[in-house]
Nanobody, 124 residues
Framework: VQLQASGGGLVQTGGSLTLSCAAS????????LGWFRQAPGKGREVVSC????????YAAESVRGRVTISRDVAKNTVYLQMNSLKPEDTAVYFC??????????????????WGQGTQVTVSS
């Protein structure tokens, strides 16, 4: 399984970015796929995730209303659209995938496969 995250960059406060996570060796119709982030000096936290069986999604309270997770099954790619970006959104963003484990997709335990991370920097 390989996950290739891309789409990060430098953006001004209030701007938008769309991150992509291209998956190989992992089907996007079973299990869960999540976006996590880690800011300098902080622990990793979930941003948003999708339960792939039914497409149900979760977004962390800090980003709720500003991010949308979606998938393109034909391209085997998951996207994270981020709007109204704030300096506190600055972090390395990772996508991760896991098989069904019977807990909500926002629980980090069980994620077996991780992408390499893409840097998002929001300037004030």
């Amino acid at each position: 399984v390989q996950l290739q995250a891309s789409g990060g960059g430098l953006v001004q406060t209030g701007g938008s970015l769309t991150l992509s996570c291209a998956a190989s060796g992992f089907s996007l119709d079973y299990g869960a796929l999540g976006w996590f982030r880690q800011a300098p000096g902080k622990g990793r936290e979930v941003v948003s995730c999708m339960r792939l069986r039914d497409g149900s999604t979760y977004a962390a309270e800090s980003v709720r209303g500003r991010v949308t997770i979606s998938r393109d099954v034909a391209k085997n790619t998951v996207y994270l659209q981020m709007n109204s970006l704030k300096p506190e959104d600055t972090a390395v963003y990772f996508c991760a995938a896991r098989p069904p484990v019977g807990v909500s997709c926002h629980v980090e335990d069980g994620y077996e496969h991780w992408g390499q991370g893409t840097q998002v920097t929001v300037s004030s």
